[in-house]
């Protein structure tokens, strides 16, 4: 006869008790999607829908994951798949797999060390860092916390002589690339911060003050941190040129303000006159456009629709990698940014022709979810959902990954 005591003790296992809060959050998560959910919960409504929000109806930052998620794979079996390896390059470094970390603006809004949080995860997951020029940590900041890969995103701003003061410190700092964003001749009509009456920094009033007394863990946080200000022009009064963010703004006046529309492919020549590196245009979302900035001879060309922040109904950045890289040819690298949830979704971009994919809301989430320890987890989980997925394919190295790996509509 069966002892029902010692069945039980059989298969009874206590899990031992996680004394990190942290850890405790993070042991409920099991994709970037969980961390959306968390980020959401601990995060006030205006500063979740600044990360997590786009422009009008915001179908475009729809399409970019539904180009994904339409999109499937061609296994290959009995390929000896024992040894996998996601090393990439990106222009002509080494980096752990083909992931780099897109630009976002103001990232202490989710978590107070911010864009320092963010560099030293890339620094030791192997990975690029793009470093906004509306950072709230300045370049040398970031440069002292990370030895890591650092890009500089660069804003075209009316005052070119401070756009070359930043790029000049960028290459002082030893940034290896500049990634000029093109997209933002004027600012996209984000109507989530339009209906909250969002400002960078948050601004303190009756509503604000229901919602961080509502989320205490990052109220707290917050007031217990340096102020938020646009680092890189910290100490510029807003009538010297672009204020540092000291008093309230809505971004969409900041930029509408202090960005040039005038930015045309002649400004091109002017970057390569100040800056000796490499060069990626950011921005592109067009075969045509794709074309002219590879005869531009630029270093790299990132298929990006800003997430869906600028311009609704722009195309999805996915499908254009196939057609940008048989116009193109291997000359110029591809950089596919927008709408990368999982690690399938960089081996997806990477078999239609991209060198490496570029993410930025996945590890938003993650950082406002956890803090440095959530961006971790993201970078973790997408590095071994490519090896796993590679393996699934048959396929031991990402030189091997093409098309003829892909199920595409």
């Given at each position: 006869?069966?002892?029902?005591?010692?069945?039980?003790?059989?298969?009874?296992?206590?899990?031992?008790?996680?004394?990190?809060?942290?850890?405790?959050?993070?042991?409920?998560?099991?994709?970037?999607?969980?961390?959306?959910?968390?980020?959401?919960?601990?995060?006030?409504g205006?500063?979740?829908?600044?990360?997590?929000?786009?422009?009008?109806?915001?179908?475009?930052?729809a399409?970019?994951?539904d180009?994904?998620?339409?999109?499937?794979?061609?296994?290959r079996?009995?390929?000896?798949?024992?040894?996998?390896?996601?090393?990439?390059?990106?222009?002509?470094?080494?980096?752990?797999?083909?992931?780099?970390?897109?630009?976002?603006?103001?990232?202490?809004?989710?978590?107070p060390?911010?864009?320092?949080?963010?560099?030293?995860?890339?620094?030791?997951?192997?990975?690029?860092?793009?470093?906004?020029?509306?950072s709230?940590?300045?370049?040398?900041?970031?440069?002292?916390?990370?030895?890591?890969?650092?890009?500089f995103?660069?804003?075209?701003?009316?005052?070119?002589?401070?756009?070359?003061?930043?790029?000049?410190?960028?290459?002082?700092?030893r940034?290896?690339?500049?990634?000029?964003?093109?997209?933002?001749?004027?600012?996209?009509?984000?109507?989530?911060?339009?209906?909250?009456?969002?400002?960078?920094?948050?601004?303190?009033?009756?509503?604000?003050?229901?919602?961080?007394?509502?989320?205490?863990?990052?109220?707290?946080?917050?007031?217990?941190?340096?102020?938020?200000?646009?680092?890189?022009?910290?100490?510029?009064?807003a009538?010297?040129?672009?204020?540092?963010?000291?008093?309230?703004?809505?971004?969409?006046?900041?930029?509408?303000?202090?960005?040039?529309p005038?930015l045309?492919?002649?400004?091109i020549?002017?970057?390569?006159?100040?800056?000796?590196?490499?060069?990626?245009?950011?921005?592109?979302?067009?075969?045509?456009?794709?074309?002219?900035?590879?005869?531009?001879?630029?270093?790299?060309i990132?298929?990006?629709?800003?997430?869906?922040?600028?311009?609704?109904g722009?195309?999805?950045t996915?499908?254009?990698?196939?057609?940008?890289?048989?116009?193109?040819?291997?000359?110029?690298?591809?950089?596919?940014?927008?709408?990368?949830?999982?690690?399938?979704?960089?081996?997806?971009?990477?078999?239609?022709?991209?060198?490496?994919?570029?993410?930025?809301?996945?590890?938003?989430?993650?950082?406002?979810?956890?803090g440095?320890?959530?961006?971790?987890?993201?970078?973790?989980?997408?590095?071994?959902?490519?090896?796993?997925?590679?393996?699934l394919?048959?396929?031991?190295?990402?030189?091997?990954?093409?098309?003829?790996?892909?199920?595409?509509?």
């Amino acid at each position: 006869m069966n002892n029902p005591i010692r069945t039980l003790k059989s298969v009874v296992r206590f899990k031992k008790f996680e004394t990190d809060p942290v850890e405790r959050r993070l042991s409920r998560a099991a994709s970037v999607e969980d961390l959306r959910r968390i980020a959401k919960r601990r995060l006030p409504g205006g500063v979740f829908d600044y990360i997590d929000g786009a422009a009008e109806d915001e179908r475009t930052y729809a399409a970019n994951q539904d180009a994904f998620a339409a999109t499937g794979f061609r296994p290959r079996v009995l390929r000896d798949v024992h040894d996998i390896e996601t090393r990439s390059t990106v222009l002509g470094t080494p980096l752990a797999y083909p992931l780099v970390l897109a630009p976002t603006g103001f990232s202490r809004i989710a978590d107070p060390d911010g864009e320092l949080a963010v560099a030293r995860s890339a620094e030791r997951f192997g990975l690029p860092y793009t470093l906004s020029t509306l950072s709230t940590r300045s370049i040398e900041e970031v440069r002292a916390a990370s030895a890591g890969r650092l890009w500089f995103q660069v804003y075209a701003w009316r005052d070119r002589g401070l756009v070359r003061e930043m790029i000049q410190r960028a290459g002082a700092a030893r940034y290896e690339a500049l990634v000029l964003t093109v997209d933002t001749a004027v600012f996209g009509r984000r109507e989530r911060d339009v209906r909250r009456g969002f400002s960078l920094p948050p601004t303190i009033g009756p509503r604000t003050v229901i919602d961080g007394a509502l989320h205490p863990s990052w109220t707290f946080a917050f007031v217990r941190s340096d102020p938020i200000r646009f680092a890189n022009v910290a100490g510029r009064a807003a009538d010297d040129g672009p204020g540092d963010g000291a008093s309230p703004v809505t971004l969409s006046d900041y930029i509408n303000d202090q960005f040039d529309p005038q930015l045309s492919w002649h400004d091109i020549d002017w970057l390569r006159s100040v800056w000796d590196g490499p060069i990626v245009i950011k921005g592109i979302q067009t075969l045509e456009d794709a074309v002219l900035a590879a005869e531009r001879g630029v270093d790299a060309i990132c298929l990006s629709n800003h997430g869906g922040r600028q311009l609704d109904g722009a195309p999805a950045t996915f499908p254009l990698v196939a057609p940008v890289r048989d116009a193109i040819g291997d000359n110029t690298e591809i950089i596919c940014d927008g709408g990368v949830r999982r690690g399938g979704d960089i081996v997806k971009a990477v078999a239609a022709g991209a060198t490496a994919a570029m993410a930025g809301r996945a590890y938003l989430y993650g950082l406002g979810a956890a803090g440095e320890q959530g961006v971790d987890r993201v970078l973790g989980w997408f590095q071994d959902d490519v090896a796993r997925t590679m393996s699934l394919l048959g396929v031991g190295q990402i030189a091997d990954l093409d098309c003829a790996l892909l199920d595409q509509p």
